[in-house]
């Protein structure tokens, strides 16, 4: 049976980053539908790889992917959308995306280095260098928040610079509570062997005087009365969620924290017709770019039903078992995924083949075309892809 396209259509996806670019991928292979991806970056920056972007400043081209292979019939409009409506999307030059699908995938901003906030590779690539030579000249390193990522760096400078001070401060009394005691016990136990040291259930009275990523030696106060002396710090923690731009009836979809409200198709609460995926999604679950990736499956699958006249089918139900492949370096780490019998434990070992050693970077260069002759990394849960990407 020949399958037959409403070829006037225009799917307007807000966002290229991890659910952004798959769900635009999708539908330009497998829709006869033309597919516009508005993104200001001139290229994908994997954000789950800038940690070790910023140790090894050699690895660092590994991180940034040009759009311009992404698509093979539908383009990328390098610009920022101004306002996103149920019916398309005004771009800040206020030019005009009409559009009969619209995609939100606008993820979030993180703090340097964990993301850029730039929207040039080549400035996001010398920012991270300029960063590591603060870092280099740094013995003692602290890093506020013990989450994903504040794990990750910790790991990533430790397996490059193991004489280095690393200090975690972080405001709960435990690290990961949502996850089993075993990988927690786990973690602990190789946090120890990398001489990370833990100042858990407390945080800083006040910010260091010196800008993050900027090396300067300072003495700060935590707030239970010790003092804490460090060369360089970096902040992990404070996610904004990128939705201001939301207009109309969409604007009302959005909770108090900025997400989106979500049906099970993954369908804006209230529309037909636009749809989210990412960190902009108002879901019970970790914010996570394998889970973005989920959501776009599911998206381009229900854009597709739509598209053949039929309705969407495709469901997207958060994971009760949450899912983490938490690198400390290339060989180290600790994971957990769901299981028929729980929460399933992987050691370093597993944690280092699917994650630890590109990063997934291979998967993404097969994703962006950039390496066609790569081989693709081991396969894994996409739940757990990227874990460190957003907090």
């Known amino acids: 049976m020949v399958t037959r396209w409403i070829q006037a259509e225009i799917i307007a996806v807000i966002g290229g980053g991890y659910g952004g670019a798959a769900v635009a991928k999708a539908l330009d292979a497998e829709t006869g539908a033309e597919v516009v991806l508005i993104e200001p970056k001139d290229a994908f920056e994997h954000a789950a790889g800038s940690l070790r972007a910023l ?34 999307v005004t771009l800040a030059s ?22 850029s906030g730039l929207d040039s590779a080549a400035e996001a690539l010398a920012a ?124 009302a979809a959005r909770t108090p924290q900025g997400r989106v409200r979500v049906d099970e198709h993954l369908r804006v609460e209230g529309q037909e017709r636009v749809y989210a995926v990412g960190d902009v999604t108002d879901l019970a679950e970790a914010k996570m770019a394998g889970y973005a990736m989920q959501h776009a499956e599911v998206v381009a699958r229900n854009i597709a039903s739509a ?19 938490l690198p400390l370096g290339p060989t180290g780490g600790v994971g957990q995924v769901p299981s028929p019998e729980g929460p399933q434990i992987l050691p370093a070992e597993t944690v280092a083949l699917y994650k630890g050693a590109d990063l997934f970077t291979g998967r993404f260069a097969e994703l962006f075309g950039t390496a066609p002759d790569a081989a693709p990394a081991p396969d894994a849960s996409p739940a757990t892809a990227g874990a460190g990407a957003s907090a």
Not at 100 to 112: E, F, L, M, N
Request: charged share 25%.
């Open 94 to 115: 206020g030019a005009r995306v009409d559009a009969d699908h619209v995609v939100i995938a606008t993820g979030s901003a993180y703090p340097r280095p964990a993301k």
């Open 128 to 251: 991270l260098r300029a960063t590591h030579e603060e870092l280099a000249s740094a013995r003692r390193v602290l890093v506020t928040g013990a989450g994903p990522v504040g794990l990750e760096l910790a790991g990533e400078i430790t397996s490059v610079w193991p004489e280095k001070q690393v200090i975690l401060v972080d405001p709960a009394p435990e690290l990961l509570p949502a996850f089993a005691p075993e990988l927690r016990a786990d973690l602990l136990s190789q946090l120890a062997a990398l001489g990370v040291e833990l100042r858990l259930g407390t945080t800083l009275a006040e910010e260091p005087p010196a800008e993050p990523g900027r090396a300067k030696t300072f003495t700060v106060t935590t707030t239970d009365g010790a003092g804490l002396t460090a060369d360089i710090w970096f902040r992990a923690h404070g996610v904004h969620v990128r939705s201001d731009f939301l207009s109309g009836e969409l604007a």
């Open 307 to 325: 598209l053949r006249g039929e309705r969407p089918t495709a469901v997207y139900r958060p994971s009760p078992v949450p899912s983490v492949l």
């Open 55 to 88: 140790v090894r400043p050699e690895w660092a081209p590994n991180v940034f992917f040009p759009y311009d292979r992404l698509l093979e019939r539908g383009r990328v409009v390098r610009e920022r959308a101004a306002s996103v409506d149920a019916h398309g």
